[in-house]
């Protein structure tokens, strides 16, 4: 996927173990960085829902770094990360026949788009940020006919969000996943999506002046069982403190994998 007017950048699904190892520790340093998470060994921020087959992870690539990462999370068996927070407001949408995913893992790499002129950085920032969002837009609303992007921000990210068209579903909370940083809870309807970016002529000409016709992710990428238990087991505790309906679902997604056999041998105390 190109980035209309930048030769120089490109966005890509993350296939590769060596695409996740950047994610994971970009997201682990822009985190840390922004006191949203604690330091760890491992350097590394890894959720268990991009453990899960149907989560993508898009990459924007400034030549070979990369520049920012954004995961897109469905809805499943294990529900969506920000359902911690805010279950009540997820389970009304569940009710009203919404189909919902939820974007996670958003991180700009700050190495690369440093700060200067306020005016300048934020507008660099905003930039990049759309060009994550448009490919999430269209694999969310074309390739697997979602009805709901949500997100769970800060509510000084309010106004960026907003000017993407998303709107508050919910207050704001304390987010634990986050270092207890305050959370509320946005999103956008793709039922009104269309109409409602018409109010902004060049966000619309930027998402939809090309629509994008996507790959589903599982025709470019599934966890190999070794790649699987390098970043689950081995580089984080994911499968040590997954929950048993984790562990279920888990099971279910690669039966091949032995999931409890693992769960078992990196936490032998779960038995």
């Known amino acids: 996927m190109g980035v209309p007017g930048s030769k120089a950048e490109r966005i890509s699904f993350a296939t590769s173990k060596e695409h996740f190892e950047e994610v994971f520790k970009l997201a682990y340093k822009e985190y840390l960085r922004k006191g949203y998470c604690s330091p760890n060994p491992c350097e590394r921020r890894i959720p268990i829902y991009n453990a899960l087959p149907e989560t993508v ?4 690539w400034r030549g070979e770094n990369l520049a ?3 995961s897109l999370i469905l809805d499943s ?3 969506l990360p920000m359902e911690k927070v805010y279950p009540d407001e997820i389970q009304v949408l569940r009710t009203q026949g919404r189909k919902m995913c939820e974007v996670s893992l958003l991180a700009l790499n700050s ?3 440093k700060e200067g002129v306020f005016a300048i950085y934020f507008a660099e920032r905003l930039r990049c940020l759309y060009q994550l969002f448009k490919p999430l837009f269209w694999y969310a609303k074309a390739t697997i006919g979602y009805t709901d992007l949500c ?3 800060n509510p000084k990210h309010k106004a960026l969000y907003t000017s993407l068209h998303f709107q508050q579903f919910g207050a704001e909370k304390v987010y634990e996943s986050v270092n207890a940083n305050p959370s509320i809870a946005m999103r956008l309807d793709f039922d009104q999506a269309e109409e409602r970016v018409k109010m902004t002529p060049g966000l619309h000409k930027l998402f939809f002046g090309t629509k994008l016709q996507l790959k589903h992710v599982s025709e470019n990428f599934r966890w190999s ?3 699987f238990i390098s970043f689950f087991c081995e580089k ?7 929950s048993p309906k984790e562990i ?5 997604c690669y039966p091949d994998f032995k999931i409890d056999e693992l769960r078992m041998q990196y936490n032998p105390s779960a038995g």
């Open 57 to 60: 992870t898009f990459c924007l």
């Open 68 to 70: 920012g990462t954004a």
């Open 77 to 79: 068996p294990i529900g």
């Open 111 to 113: 190495a690369l788009i």
């Open 151 to 153: 997100i769970a921000c």
């Open 225 to 227: 069982k070794e790649n």
């Open 236 to 242: 984080s505790d994911v499968i040590k403190s997954a």
């Open 248 to 252: 279920d679902y888990l099971t279910k």
